[in-house]
């Protein structure tokens, strides 16, 4: 069974991927070890008291691993595995596509759509510096079809960014044609560059893994610094980049994510910043939406309350049996604490 459908005092014995391990210290001075275990459709807590070295040999960040216990759902603490054993993944026992998630679309179908959009861009010097950003044999592109786009929130998996890149690239060429006054290369250039501190922010981008953290880096500095200074001495390196046409561009990617409590550094100030901000926050609000649908339980129409959302998500299409009687907390108003909790994952 997969996670989402468990329910309370269920026993399982089947295989879950480890996305985190971390060795704890218990109020007596003792150790224990947290994991977070998952599968396509969301993660639980799993507790771990005894026998903590053997434990930490087989729960390795991104190892699959046979889990047997009870699956219970802690009034304070929410979803947990209550363990009785934990042994390495057989091979053969399992299917991958059971225990990782990844876009709608082939990474192939992507990778020609963006291509086709890039060459529709005429400005030249964007295009030289696109071209060295999305060029096949370039350092970032490996990277950049690799990279999640965040780490949980939303398209939190490989090839993550290149597909929400892609949609928010491709709704900017669409409302470019709509409204007066917006200058659709450079727009389309900020959608496929304003994410691109990914690359540096997360770990394990571009080395074939499926679990991803944040770097030293991303932690330190965050994705908006770092994407900037990387296009920024990107388009240094091209000898006559008129210094307004950079501006621009760099503007997009410093003020992407809208607000300063939010992380930018900057407010959007242009009609393409704009355009590209809204369509990156609906891209994300969407993507929420998508997550929440996978981790639904069967028979649920309303998600817990989700803090990208600020709120539960509703799915009128899914046949609802008792969960309209029992909606979970989707539909609840919070109280102030739950209510002040941030609406996007700045990372």
């Known amino acids: 069974m997969l996670l989402n459908e468990l329910t309370d005092g269920a026993e399982i014995d089947q295989v879950l991927l480890v996305r985190e391990a971390e060795r704890r210290q218990r109020r007596d001075g003792g150790d224990y070890l947290r ?82 959009l890039l060459a529709t861009i005429q400005e030249p010097y964007l295009r030289i510096l696109l071209e060295r950003v999305f060029g096949e044999e370039g350092e970032l592109w490996a990277g950049y079809r690799t990279a999640p786009a965040a780490k949980y929130f939303h398209q939190a998996y490989a090839h993550g960014l290149l597909e929400h890149c892609l949609e928010v690239a491709q709704a900017v060429s669409a409302v470019s044609a709509t409204f007066a006054g917006i200058d659709r290369d450079v727009a389309i250039a900020g959608a496929l560059l304003h994410d691109v501190g990914k690359l540096e922010a ?33 388009i240094e390196d091209i000898d006559g980049f008129p210094a307004e046409l950079a501006q621009a561009v760099g503007h997009i ?50 998600s817990p309350f989700d803090r990208a959302l600020g709120a539960g998500a509703f799915f009128a299409g899914r046949c609802s049996g008792a969960a309209d009687a029992v909606a979970g907390e989707g539909g609840r108003q919070l109280g102030s604490d739950e209510a002040r909790a941030p609406a996007r994952e700045a990372a």
């Not at 590209?276 to 028979?299: C, K, Q, T, Y």
């Open 202 to 234: 997360y770990t394990g981008v571009g080395g074939g893994e499926e679990i991803f953290d944040l770097t030293d880096a991303g932690r330190l500095h965050g994705e908006i610094a770092l994407g900037y200074y990387r296009i920024r001495r990107m």
């Open 35 to 116: 994991l977070q275990l998952g599968d396509r459709t969301g993660t639980v807590a799993c507790m771990v008291w005894e026998e903590l070295a053997e434990i930490e040999e087989l729960a390795r960040t991104g190892a699959p691993v046979r889990v047997t216990g009870r699956y219970v759902v802690h009034p304070r603490f929410g979803p947990q595995i209550n363990l009785r054993s934990l042994q390495a993944a057989e091979p053969g026992s399992f299917e991958q596509a059971d225990l990782r998630d990844g876009p709608a679309r082939a990474v192939e179908q992507m990778e020609a759509e963006i291509r086709e």
């Open 253 to 302: 990617i410093l003020s992407h994510h809208g607000a300063l409590d939010h992380g930018s550094p900057v407010v959007p100030c242009t009609r393409e910043a704009t355009l590209v901000h809204m369509i990156d926050n609906l891209g994300g609000r969407l993507g929420s939406f998508d997550r929440l649908e996978r981790e639904l339980a069967p028979g649920r129409r309303w």
